[in-house]
């Protein structure tokens, strides 16, 4: 079946540092991709998606490109923040979902230093 | 905030029992899922409700059940319930039509801990 991995956290970045969160998947057909926020305590926001091959998602300076040949969608941030400190998950849904059912990775925590 | 409300907030309750589970939609969302988070893992799919009735499911057994009513509000209830169901329960709220994949707006959660 479909599936996301992700690269195990925690990572720990000092502020201004270059992020990467790696996110590879496995999927029939061409599913749409998504990167949700988890910030402490509250609940997954959406931060970016990307919809079909090399497209590019944005959002709060991340970014994400859609690789169909190398099946991943790799987050990336130029300068994190402390307040960037968060679990970060990335996510498929099939192209012919309605919308409702995302498969998600394991999470990856980010912890930010000043 | 996303509008998508959930009750309770945490729950504590011994294996055998019963619990039920909340959510209030966004407005203008005519569906909502329900996801379980276990500590240190990904949300996974249990169900999604659609026009009040079950509208694709997940690997979960049938004692994991839900409800949606007119206004879009819902319910997940859980019976006999066993230690693994100790995890964080995520609602959320989506509009069918929204385009492919469609955004779906997450609750805070209800966290649920059976001793």
């Known amino acids: 079946g479909d599936s996301v991995t992700q690269m195990e956290g925690p990572v720990t970045l000092s502020e201004e540092a270059f992020l990467t969160i790696n996110c590879t998947y496995t999927?029939?057909?061409?599913?749409?991709l998504f990167w949700y926020v988890q910030y402490p305590g509250e609940g997954l926001q959406l931060l970016l998606k990307a919809t079909k091959a090399d497209d590019k998602g944005s959002n709060k300076g991340f970014e994400a490109t859609y690789r169909k040949e190398t099946t991943s969608f790799h987050l990336e941030k130029g300068s994190v923040q402390v307040s960037d400190s968060a679990v970060y998950f990335c996510?498929?849904?099939?192209?012919?979902?309605?919308?409702?059912?995302?498969?998600f990775g394991q999470g990856t925590e980010l912890s930010v230093k000043p | 905030e996303t509008g998508v409300t959930q009750s309770p907030t945490h729950l504590i309750k011994t294996r055998g029992q019963q619990v039920t589970l909340r959510c209030s939609s966004q407005s203008g969302h005519n569906t909502v899922s329900w996801y379980q988070q276990a500590l240190g893992q990904g949300p996974q799919f249990i169900f999604q409700?659609?026009?009040?009735?079950?509208?694709g499911r997940g690997n979960f057994p049938p004692r994991f059940s839900g409800l949606q009513f007119p206004n879009y509000s819902s319910e997940l209830n859980v019976n006999a319930l066993e230690l693994d169901d100790s995890a964080l329960y995520l609602c959320?709220?989506?509009?069918?039509?929204?385009?492919?994949?469609?955004?779906?707006?997450f609750g805070e959660g209800s966290r649920l801990t059976v001793l």
């Open positions: 996510a498929l849904s099939e192209r012919n979902n309605q919308g409702g059912k995302l498969i």
């Open positions: 959320a709220s989506s509009l069918i039509g929204g385009g492919a994949g469609g955004e779906l707006f």
């Open positions: 409700y659609y026009r009040e009735e079950e509208n």
């Open positions: 999927a029939t057909g061409y599913p749409s």
